[in-house]
């Protein structure tokens, strides 16, 4: 009954520093997305993933590179980070990107100094 | 672009006392839209999913409605509790677009 897992939780990172947070989902989902939020601020999608083998940009893409590596997993790289990528991630499916309901991963809160 | 608006930002309510919260949506071209919970430091948990063709959905204590031609949903909780703390996120999924477009949300506080 896992959904959509998110590894890690926390993550601090050095400005200049680079990562991978990864997601995974058992829902057979086919479409998968990154979100970042901040405060103030509505849920921000940053790249998402219709099926297995495409990627897209989402309204905040800059400094964000994913990979779609399986159905199951979607990951998202920071080559480089920045102070202004601290902020709370998160990881989302669905079946299809239409009329369908999303469920949501517990987040990665990431902190850039 | 799709804006999505929630009102109040924030609401303090006394234990069973029957609540509304709004979400104003600016393009009424959707395919869905979904009501999420968030608890403090935690993910977004999925509430109520009204399909653009539905004008209800109720789960419960909750009832969600949808008037897509005025751009307005509400989420009515009946008989609140303390339990119910958190903020309440409205998304909505655009015809046009492949993702949702969320809300700032309502943070709801329960006093026992």
């Known amino acids: 009954n896992a959904g959509v897992t998110q590894t890690p939780k926390f993550q601090v990172l050095k400005t200049g520093q680079s990562m991978t947070l990864q997601c995974a989902q058992d829902?057979?989902?086919?479409?998968m997305y990154w979100y970042r939020q901040d405060p103030g601020m509505g849920l921000r999608l940053i790249y998402y993933?219709?099926?297995?083998?495409?990627?897209d940009k989402g309204e905040v893409p800059n400094g964000y590179n994913v990979s779609r590596l399986n159905k199951r997993e979607f990951s998202l790289r920071l080559e480089s980070a920045a102070p202004s990528q601290t902020s709370v991630y998160f990881c989302?499916?669905?079946?299809?990107?239409?009329?369908?309901?999303?469920?949501f991963g517990q987040g990665t809160r990431l902190t850039v100094v | 672009k799709q804006e999505v608006t929630q009102i109040p930002a924030a609401l303090s309510v006394p234990e069973g006392e029957n609540l509304v919260l709004n979400c104003s949506f600016t393009?009424?071209?959707?395919?869905?839209l979904q009501w999420f919970r968030q608890d403090p430091g935690k993910g977004l948990t999925s509430l109520l999913l009204?399909?653009?063709?539905?004008r209800e959905q109720t789960s419960g204590r909750l009832n969600a409605s949808l008037d897509k031609s005025s751009g307005r949903s509400t989420l009515y909780i009946a008989a609140s509790q303390p339990g119910d703390s958190a903020t309440y996120l409205c998304?909505?999924?655009?015809?046009?677009?492949?993702?949702?477009?969320f809300g700032t949300g309502t943070r709801l506080t329960v006093i026992p």
């Open positions: 993933s219709a099926s297995e083998g495409t990627t």
């Open positions: 998304a909505v999924r655009g015809t046009g677009a492949n993702n949702l477009f």
């Open positions: 989302a499916s669905d079946i299809r990107r239409t009329n369908t309901e999303a469920f």
């Open positions: 829902m057979n989902h086919n479409s």
């Open positions: 393009d009424s071209a959707i395919y869905n």
């Open positions: 009204i399909q653009s063709s539905q």
